[in-house]
């Protein structure tokens, strides 16, 4: 437990090319989600979570094989980014966009009916895929687990939003 030493890491940015399915979380979405007294952004990386948890059962492929981003710099607002995580893209992502709508109505039935109160790990939160962390804690605190009655809400506000 006795620090030895700190530095400055010097490492290049890493850059995969790859194919992603993507999403823009509508100003309007985000307005709503604020008026109803959450924090948007808990309700889009839940949504994050749940779209990362659903896919391997649609795409037949490993947690591991995918990954996902919240970011705003693409598309000047936040966005959900969900990619494969292999040169160039296997086709996993592709299937998710080519299935949205079943895919989102996994994210809703895994987050509605999980017996939690206000989220956990088995729905709105992200899946350790590195149990070390949570064995050991010099290694960190693992995710934080994001709002479920805002990641319910914004679903059910997606729902509307691609019917409408
Ligand atoms: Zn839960």
Same mark, same amino acid.
């Given at each position: 437990m006795e620090l030895i030493g700190q530095a400055q890491l010097d490492l290049?940015?890493?850059?995969?090319?790859?194919?992603?399915v993507w999403w823009a979380v509508p100003q309007e979405l985000r307005d709503r989600l604020q008026q109803a007294g959450h924090n948007p952004i808990e309700g889009i990386i839940g949504v994050r979570n749940l779209m990362l948890s659903a896919l391997p059962a649609i795409a037949m492929c490993d947690r591991r094989d995918i990954s996902g981003q919240v970011d705003s710099s693409n !598309?000047? &607002?936040p966005a959900i980014f969900v990619y494969d995580r292999y040169p160039g893209g296997v086709g996993y992502a592709q299937r998710?966009?080519?299935?949205m709508d079943h895919?989102?109505?996994m994210c809703r039935r895994i987050v509605a009916t999980c017996p939690c109160e206000s989220g956990c790990?088995?729905?709105v939160g992200l899946a350790n895929l590195r149990p070390p !962390?949570? &064995?050991d804690p010099d290694l960190?605190?693992?995710?934080?687990?994001?709002?479920k009655a805002a990641t319910m809400l914004l679903l059910d506000l997606l729902e509307k939003h691609r019917e409408g």
């Open positions: 290049p940015a890493q850059t995969l090319a790859t194919s992603a !598309l000047g &607002q998710g966009y080519q299935l895919w989102l109505s790990p088995s729905c !962390l949570h &064995q960190g605190a693992g995710y934080a687990v994001p709002d």
